[in-house]
Every structure is written in structure tokens, then in C-alpha cells.
């Protein structure tokens, strides 16, 4: 059977740990949304745009891993909020350079207003682009830019 298109294969939205605690974490920096909320809104953005989303969370280094290393051929793209590992984990980055599809870093919180150690992302050198400070925002805006890319819609 041939394989997917990329348009037939869901974007990858993939959240690191504490993002199940959205709504009830930090409410002052990451707003009250759930990322139940954060999950409806990318899956009716991403209707309207003609695309489709797994969306995924998980605590563990090593399950997120797993997530990214199996986008390679079940996903399209890859949007990708890793949480406290953006600025730890160069397992993440090797996953996200194994999976050679576009990547989109997004962060709810301005980063480079907070403490310097969360300036650094080891995410960024596998990002196409970093969307961060807009809350849930940037997550639909990831959505907006990979789009015409995975529908050939792109002018480049
Ligand atoms: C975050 C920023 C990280 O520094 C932090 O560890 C998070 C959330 C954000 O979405 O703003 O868990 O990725």
C-alpha cells in the first residue's frame, strides 16, 4: 500500500511535562486554559486549514522520545512544547533530527523574560520556527504556517 501523503498524515502536537497542569500551574504565566482547551482549539484550527492533529502530552523524557522517533512515518510535522526539557534534553533534539519533518517550537510564556536558564532551548536547533508569549495562541499560529507547506500551498 503506498504510504500516507502528508496531507493525509496528522500534525504531531506534542506537550512535555507539567503541561497536563495547565489551568491550575502558574495561571499568572501560563493563563487558565486547560490543554484540553489548547487541544480543542489546535483541532478545530487545524479543520479549517485542511489538516489533522495528534495531539500528545507526557511527563517522561523517554515517552516523548517514543512520540517523535514514530512521527517519522506517522506524522507530517511536528509542533512541539517540551516543556522544562526544551532547555535539558538533547535526547528530544536527537529524536526531532532523526524524524527529518518540519518543526515548530512553541511556548506559551515569553521565555527570554524569565530566568536566564530557560533562554537556552536545545529544541531551537532542530525549529524551523519558535513561536513564544503568546499563550495558546502560538499553537494555532504553528498550525497557520505549516499548512501551505503540507497542502503545497507554499510560494517558496
Ligand atoms: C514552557 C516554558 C518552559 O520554560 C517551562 O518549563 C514550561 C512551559 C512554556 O510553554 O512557556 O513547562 O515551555
Redesign the pocket.
Known amino acids: 500500500m503506498a504510504s500516507k501523503s502528508a496531507k493525509q498524515r496528522p500534525v504531531l502536537i506534542v506537550n ?4 497536563n497542569m495547565l489551568g491550575a500551574r502558574q495561571p499568572e504565566i ?1 493563563g487558565k486554559e486547560t490543554l484540553a482547551d489548547i487541544e480543542r482549539a489546535c483541532r478545530a484550527a487545524a479543520k479549517e486549514l485542511g489538516l489533522t492533529v495528534d495531539f500528545r502530552q507526557s511527563n517522561k523524557e523517554g515517552e516523548l522520545v517514543d512520540f517523535i522517533q514514530a512521527a517519522r512515518s506517522a506524522n507530517s510535522a511536528i509542533v512541539i ?4 526539557y ?2 535539558t534534553s538533547v535526547a528530544i533534539l536527537d529524536a526531532l533530527n532523526v524524524a527529518e519533518l518540519p518543526v515548530i517550537e512553541v ?3 515569553n ?1 527570554f523574560r ?1 530566568e536566564s536558564f ?1 533562554h537556552h532551548s536545545y529544541v531551537s536547533l532542530a525549529a524551523q520556527g519558535v513561536i ?1 508569549g503568546l499563550g495558546s495562541q502560538g499553537y494555532l499560529l504553528a498550525l497557520r504556517a505549516l499548512a501551505p507547506q503540507l497542502l503545497g500551498k507554499s510560494k517558496k
Open positions: 512535555g511535562p507539567n503541561l501560563y512544547n517540551a516543556g522544562a526544551t532547555h511556548h506559551l510564556s521565555i524569565r530557560r513564544c
